[in-house]
Nanobody
Framework: QVQLVESGGGLVQPGGSLRLSCAASGFTFNKWPMRWYRQALGKEREFVAFISNVLGSTNYADSVKGRFTISRDNAKNTVYLQMNSLKPEDTAVYYC????????WGQGTQVTVSS
């Protein structure tokens, strides 16, 4: 079965960095684009970043462009989200996502940006 397991979240001060990981299993990872989303308390889940499966082309939400970088290691079946210059408004639960015949989500990892 499809499994997505996020890790790497935590508490960080404004201006700090974190790298999130999402380990995937149960499908042919290198054949599918991957996405990161986030959901802040009391808000709807929102798109953060996208990476294609073949050329590794990427796309970002305007709110994170220039600060976040999505990447993937097809040999490790893992997608990453490097987050730099973090702001309090980046505080959320971060989820990775793959759209196969339907969408699959991990359990999420909490990122809290606070001094």
């Amino acid at each position: 079965q499809v499994q997505l397991v996020e890790s790497g979240g935590g508490l960080v001060q404004p201006g700090g960095s974190l790298r999130l990981s999402c380990a995937a299993s149960g499908f042919t990872f290198n054949k599918w684009p991957m996405r990161w989303y986030r959901q802040a308390l009391g808000k709807e889940r929102e798109f953060v970043a996208f990476i294609s499966n073949v050329l590794g082309s990427t796309n970002y939400a305007d709110s994170v462009k220039g600060r976040f970088t999505i990447s993937r290691d097809n040999a490790k079946n893992t997608v990453y989200l490097q987050m730099n210059s973090l702001k309090p408004e980046d505080t959320a639960v971060y989820y990775c996502n793959v759209r196969l015949t339907s969408g699959f989500w991990g359990q999420g990892t909490q990122v809290t940006v606070s001094s």
